[in-house]
């Protein structure tokens, strides 16, 4: 049975983008088969076959790249700003300025970190420059980059093979990179036509020893007809031949440096509209989306919660800002947002809750899209007690679909018009959510941490105890081994074991107010403190950092819980007031809460400050006094005795409506 089934194909595949063109219908020329998975028939011929056949075969690559590009065009155009990506100028500074600093985010080509790194060695400063990165970042032609390098900034001086050769390779700093190179040194050094060079282009490039021999015999002597020395001719041959081996196709690399650069000017020039159109094309890819998230807070560009009055159904732009996707929350449908945004263009902005259910079509809704809709923020702009209307999910719905049904009756009214006058129900009384809960659950309906961090009200706290952020020590002139301790809260752990030992460890992602970041968490540490690791949890880890190239390598050594690094930093609280009606729920809160706070034997307590700040405070009336009115000034108020300051305090303050910050003492 062995012997029957050797030499047959496991399985008939179809390359993903190439098309095979011909005068005639296929099956005259060659075999064709039906693929059960495409309603596209496919030759039985490989790649090679299809050529000898008589076949033209192409590769047609579809690019999101392509859209993304078009979609910030439309954004521009939208706002009075004609721009032609096929007429960018192709020395603008800022595009190369934000390329060699390795800002290249989103930019088609050199996301990675090693292409980032490339970029920040490279320096590039012209377009060919591009073109030799896209084409060097290859498996094989790696091994150039160095010489590459060490050329371009005058390190070493570039190895000219022959004088007549110097026009060929001077772009490229005497490195041949380029198959097209390797054709036009055969055409000048030995006299080679373009279809000769292209038999030898492809001889190289297969290292089929009895056509290299030929090739080898034919460069020679042609170098030698034209008064190159016969050794020379043939180190030359071998130099072009061991170049070859990786050469790449300078017009395919030209085109995607093309991309790239267009990319790359609309990220230093409309970075805007750049993020909003990249984010709409990935808003299926959470992670993607936080790799942009965080790119655009580090170059201060705000990314607004979605706004169920202003958001679209994609990324939109307003005012040099970004509103979150609607489509973008998780399951919640493209085609239900695109809904929901026509009946609020068509009729106005949602005035309550209630009204958006009357004129929202059910069918467009569901209990999961309008948990996720609430937990996201997106109700906020109507009621911004997200708990209530996480609560009230049933009764909208069913609001919604009796404001449907009174619809398809024709009873709305005795003209039989389109008005739903429906007595609006009332919302469950509840509390809104802590801050920290309030923020898991933005987190889980977005998939990270979209309006704040949940360590946010913790930083003076923490660098009192020394802790630093991931972006610190990222930004960190000092780039060597080292112990360093950083806060965040755990996202996703994954657990591994050893192939060797058989024992666990551990990959934690983490976040905190900077980005996200990765441990090591070996099998020790887990035994003892693999509680304190769950998804969720708020811990402070002591780990060795260390440095491989351009990236930042963690191992955790040894894991605190938060609120016991945070309680022996806190000495008080600072409350920020713009409502006078909030003292007396704060009054209510303090008092609810116990007095004492026990952690490690030792009584955590501490004093809170009441900072009124009265020219809100007061209302209309107060915006009628005069600057010189001291009640335009803050009032700062110590409240009599001593306080419990942990987070469980510092949350439940937060949480009440008048208060808009809380600082550290």
């Given at each position: 049975?062995?012997?029957?089934?050797?030499?047959?194909?496991?399985h008939?595949s179809?390359?993903?983008?190439?098309?095979?063109?011909?005068?005639?219908?296929?099956?005259?020329?060659?075999?064709?088969y039906?693929d059960?998975?495409?309603?596209?028939p496919?030759?039985?011929?490989n790649?090679?076959?299809?050529?000898?056949?008589?076949l033209?075969k192409?590769?047609?690559?579809g690019?999101?790249t392509?859209?993304?590009i078009?979609?910030?065009?439309?954004l521009?155009?939208?706002?009075?700003?004609?721009?032609?990506?096929a007429?960018?100028?192709?020395?603008?500074?800022?595009?190369?300025?934000?390329?060699?600093?390795?800002?290249?985010?989103?930019?088609?080509?050199?996301?990675?970190?090693?292409?980032?790194?490339?970029?920040?060695?490279?320096?590039p400063r012209?377009?060919?420059?591009?073109?030799?990165?896209?084409a060097?970042?290859?498996?094989?032609p790696?091994?150039?980059?160095?010489?590459?390098?060490?050329?371009?900034h005058?390190?070493?001086?570039?190895?000219?093979?022959?004088?007549?050769?110097?026009?060929?390779?001077?772009?490229?700093?005497?490195?041949i990179?380029y198959q097209?190179?390797?054709?036009?040194?055969?055409?000048v050094?030995?006299?080679?036509?373009?279809?000769?060079?292209?038999?030898?282009r492809?001889a190289m490039?297969?290292?089929?020893?009895?056509?290299?021999?030929?090739?080898?015999?034919?460069?020679v002597?042609?170098?030698?007809?034209?008064?190159?020395?016969?050794?020379?001719?043939g180190?030359?041959?071998?130099?072009?031949d061991?170049?070859?081996?990786?050469?790449?196709?300078?017009?395919?690399?030209?085109?995607?440096?093309?991309?790239?650069?267009?990319?790359?000017?609309?990220?230093?020039?409309?970075?805007?509209?750049?993020?909003a159109?990249?984010?709409t094309?990935?808003k299926g890819?959470?992670?993607?989306?936080?790799?942009?998230?965080q790119?655009?807070?580090l170059?201060?560009?705000?990314?607004?919660?979605p706004?169920?009055?202003?958001?679209?159904?994609?990324?939109?732009?307003?005012?040099?800002?970004i509103?979150?996707?609607?489509?973008?929350?998780?399951?919640v449908?493209?085609?239900?947002?695109?809904?929901?945004?026509?009946?609020?263009e068509?009729?106005?902005p949602?005035?309550?809750?209630?009204?958006?259910?009357?004129r929202?079509?059910p069918?467009?809704?569901?209990?999961?899209a309008?948990?996720?809709?609430?937990?996201?923020?997106?109700?906020?702009?109507?009621?911004?007690?997200?708990?209530?209307?996480h609560?009230?999910i049933?009764?909208?719905?069913?609001h919604?679909?009796?404001?449907?049904?009174?619809?398809?009756?024709?009873?709305?009214?005795?003209?039989?018009?389109?008005?739903?006058?429906?007595?609006?129900?009332?919302?469950?009384?509840?509390?809104?959510?802590?801050?920290?809960?309030?923020?898991?659950?933005?987190?889980?309906a977005?998939?990270?941490?979209?309006?704040?961090?949940?360590?946010?009200?913790?930083?003076t706290a923490?660098?009192r105890?020394?802790?630093?952020?991931?972006?610190?020590?990222?930004?960190?002139?000092?780039?060597?081994?080292?112990?360093?301790?950083l806060?965040?809260?755990v996202v996703?752990?994954?657990?591994?074991?050893?192939?060797?030992?058989?024992?666990?460890f551990?990959?934690?992602?983490?976040s905190?107010?900077?980005?996200?970041?990765?441990?090591?968490?070996?099998?020790?540490?887990?035994?003892?403190?693999?509680?304190?690791?769950?998804?969720?949890?708020?811990?402070?880890?002591?780990?060795?950092?260390?440095w491989?190239g351009?990236?930042?390598?963690?191992?955790?050594?040894?894991?605190?819980?938060?609120?016991?690094?945070?309680?022996?930093?806190?000495?008080?609280?600072?409350l920020?007031?713009?409502?006078g009606?909030a003292?007396?729920?704060?009054?209510?809160?303090?008092?609810?809460l116990?007095?004492?706070?026990?952690?490690?034997?030792?009584?955590?307590?501490?004093?809170?400050?009441?900072?009124?700040?009265?020219?809100?405070?007061?209302?209309p009336?107060?915006?009628?006094?005069?600057?010189?009115d001291?009640?335009?000034?803050?009032?700062?108020?110590?409240l009599?005795?001593?306080?419990p300051?942990?987070?469980a305090?510092?949350?439940?303050?937060k949480?009440?409506?008048?208060?808009?910050?809380i600082?550290?003492?």
């Open positions: 049975i062995a012997l029957q089934l050797e030499g047959l194909y496991r008939a179809t390359h993903a983008a190439g098309v095979v063109i011909s005068d005639r219908p296929l099956e005259e020329l060659v075999p064709v039906l059960p998975r495409s309603d596209m496919v030759t039985q011929f790649l090679y076959w299809v050529e000898q056949a008589g033209v192409f590769d047609f690559l690019l999101k392509l859209t993304v078009d979609r910030a065009r439309q521009l155009a939208a706002r009075g700003i004609a721009l032609d990506p007429a960018l100028p192709f020395d603008d500074e800022k595009t190369y300025a934000m390329l060699a600093r390795g800002d290249s985010i989103g930019v088609f080509q050199f996301e990675s970190s090693g292409m980032r790194d490339l970029l920040r060695q490279a320096e012209t377009f060919e420059d591009l073109i030799a990165l896209v060097l970042f290859r498996p094989g790696m091994e150039n980059i160095p010489k590459y390098l060490a050329s371009k005058g390190k070493e001086e570039p190895e000219i093979l022959h004088e007549s050769l110097q026009p060929i390779v001077e772009e490229t700093y005497g490195v990179i097209e190179q390797v054709m036009q040194i055969a055409q050094l030995s006299g080679y036509s373009l279809g000769e060079a292209d038999v030898l492809r490039g297969k290292k089929k020893k009895d056509e290299m021999r030929r090739q080898r015999a034919r460069f002597e042609g170098a030698v007809e034209n008064d190159v020395d016969k050794d020379r001719a180190y030359i041959f071998d130099m072009v061991k170049f070859a081996g990786y050469g790449f196709n300078k017009s395919h690399s030209a085109a995607y440096a093309l991309l790239a650069y267009q990319t790359a000017y609309l990220k230093a020039n409309h970075p805007v509209e750049f993020y159109a990249s984010m094309l990935d890819n959470t992670d993607k989306l936080h790799i942009f998230h790119d655009a807070g170059h201060e560009i705000a990314i607004l919660p706004n169920i009055n202003l958001s679209q159904s994609d990324f939109a732009t307003v005012d040099g800002q509103y979150y996707a609607l489509s973008a929350i998780k399951n449908g493209a085609q239900a947002m695109i809904d929901i945004v026509k009946v609020r068509e009729g106005g949602f005035t309550d809750i209630f009204d958006f259910a009357r929202v079509s069918q467009s809704i569901n209990k999961r309008l948990e996720n809709l609430a937990q996201a923020g997106a109700f906020d702009v109507l009621d911004p007690n997200r708990a209530q209307i609560a009230a049933d009764i909208i719905l069913s919604a679909t009796q404001a449907a049904q009174d619809r398809i009756s024709n009873q709305q009214s005795l003209f039989g018009d389109d008005t739903v006058d429906l007595t609006a129900p009332n919302l469950p009384l509840l509390e809104d959510w802590l801050p920290v809960e309030k923020l898991n659950r933005e987190m889980d977005v998939g990270f941490f979209l309006s704040g961090h949940p360590l946010d009200d913790y930083q923490l660098r105890r020394q802790v630093v952020t991931y972006g610190e020590l990222v930004k960190s002139s000092i780039r060597q081994s080292s112990i360093t301790t806060a965040g809260i996703r752990r994954q657990n591994r074991r050893s192939q060797r030992s058989d024992r666990p551990a990959y934690l992602m983490m905190d107010p900077s980005g996200s970041f990765e441990f090591l968490v070996f099998s020790d540490l887990l035994a003892s403190h693999g509680h304190l690791l769950e998804p969720g949890e708020a811990v402070v880890i002591t780990a060795a950092a260390e491989d351009d990236e930042l390598k963690l191992v955790a050594k040894a894991v605190r819980p938060l609120d016991e690094v945070v309680a022996n930093a806190l000495t008080g609280l600072r920020f007031i713009h409502d009606q003292v007396g729920v704060i009054q209510q809160t303090l008092s609810d116990p007095q004492r706070f026990e952690e490690g034997g030792r009584t955590r307590q501490g004093p809170i400050n009441l900072v009124l700040m009265c020219g809100m405070a007061g209302g009336e107060a915006q009628k006094r005069p600057e010189q001291p009640c335009f000034d803050e009032v700062e108020v110590e009599p005795g001593r306080f300051i942990g987070a305090l510092r949350g439940a303050l949480a009440i409506h008048g208060v808009v910050d600082q550290d003492l």
